[in-house]
């Protein structure tokens, strides 16, 4: 099935959103110096850094001009799986033949060949909780709470049927409220939760009107703001590794040239249900380029990721095995150089965590964005 650009747009913002938006450039009138500890290197307590069932609601705050719910999944039988819903203010749709909410899915089978829809709705088949996570679209229903989550959708002979149960029960919010502004007078803000770092996901996959069933492990975050990410970036990397004992989740980024190309960065480390160790002194240094026909960008073939934070000190290196997807942006020319990638790799994981070291080798997906 053909993707609708809203769909790709915001497939590609939120898969590499996810975590980035945790350290960026942060200006409050007033911050506190115990929350501005705990966003650069120690966990606080549970009340401060685990998000409430109303940080994955909807949200009033003015100026909101998008919101969305992301969830992802890898399964033991080959197949993955992501979806987005969004709800979106009309200012936000640049292509105003679409309506502002949508859902947009995507199966990956064991080969690797994608299928997808993104589907939009009007907003009288739209409701929305302001209290906790529980959104209906048409006949497509997505509830729940830490620690379980349950999600309904068909399209036509695509759809899905999951629960997600969480394994890390923490979960993370940015110090005190999950906001980051990048700017002040005027405001420009990103908010940003994660409560499900880590989940068992089972329930049917539908392919082709046929019911797969599966067992795997899953992801889901909430974003919303008043600004477009390609507003705010130059590019970023994001990945997230999960381990027998561990879950570590990294993001690395660059502001655009009018915010001065300033870095954005943050690594999270969790053993177990709890998070042990979050650093912003993490960079990436990408090697190897070689050049995408369709989108003119350049991706390394090799990436390390290296830590000096207090909590987590380290390298993870990235060789990669292949391009699992290189896509235009919404709206660019090809060769222009506007690009995002998804890619699998090899790496080679060596991080001093509290109490432990991490010496060990996984396959990852991570994923390069060039807005």
């Known amino acids: 099935m053909k993707c609708k650009c809203v769909g790709l747009l915001i497939c590609c913002f939120i898969i590499l959103t996810s975590v980035l938006v945790a350290c960026a450039p942060v200006s409050p009138p007033e911050a506190k110096p115990a929350a501005a500890a705990v966003t650069a290197e120690k966990p606080a307590a549970k009340s401060v850094l685990t998000p409430s069932d109303a940080d994955d609601a909807l949200h009033e705050t003015a100026g909101t001009i998008y919101e969305w719910w992301y969830w992802d999944a890898t399964f033991d039988n080959g197949y993955s799986m992501s979806a987005s819903w969004g709800i979106n203010d009309p200012s936000f749709v640049k292509d105003k033949k679409e309506t502002p909410d949508y859902i947009g899915f995507s199966i990956y089978d064991p080969s690797g ?7 939009s709705f009007a907003d009288k088949d739209v409701t929305a909780s302001k209290t906790s996570c529980d959104v209906t679209m048409g ?5 729940g709470s830490v620690p379980r989550y349950d999600m309904e959708f068909r399209d036509k002979d695509l759809g899905c049927k999951l629960t997600f149960e969480s394994v890390v029960t923490e979960g993370f919010r940015k110090p005190p409220d999950g906001v980051s502004y990048f700017t002040r007078q005027p405001d420009k803000w990103i908010g940003w939760v994660v409560p499900q770092p880590r989940a068992k996901v089972t329930g049917t996959l539908i392919l082709n009107g046929k019911e797969i069933p599966v067992t795997g492990t899953g992801y889901h975050d909430h974003n919303w703001g008043n600004i477009a990410l390609t507003e705010l970036y130059d590019h970023w990397y994001w990945g997230r590794i999960f381990l027998p004992d561990y879950t570590i989740i990294y993001s690395i980024a660059q502001m655009n040239e009018a915010l001065g190309k300033k870095p954005s960065s943050v690594l999270l480390a969790y053993k177990g249900e709890k998070l042990v160790g979050l650093t ?25 990721i290296q830590s000096k934070g ?15 997807e290189a896509l235009l942006l919404w709206g660019a020319e090809e060769g222009k150089g506007h690009a995002y990638f998804r890619f699998l790799s090899d790496a080679d994981i060596k991080l001093d965590v509290p109490g432990d070291k991490i010496d060990t080798k996984a396959s990852v997906l991570h994923e390069y964005l060039i807005p």
């Open 310 to 324: 207090q909590t987590i000190k380290g390298t993870i290196t990235h060789k990669l095995n292949h391009v699992v």
């Open 139 to 143: 006949t497509n229903h997505l509830k």
């Open 113 to 119: 060949i994608k299928t997808n829809a993104d589907v």
């Open 280 to 304: 912003t002194d993490v960079t990436a240094e990408g090697s190897d380029f070689m050049p995408d026909k369709l989108t003119g960008a350049q991706y390394p073939q090799a990436l390390v």
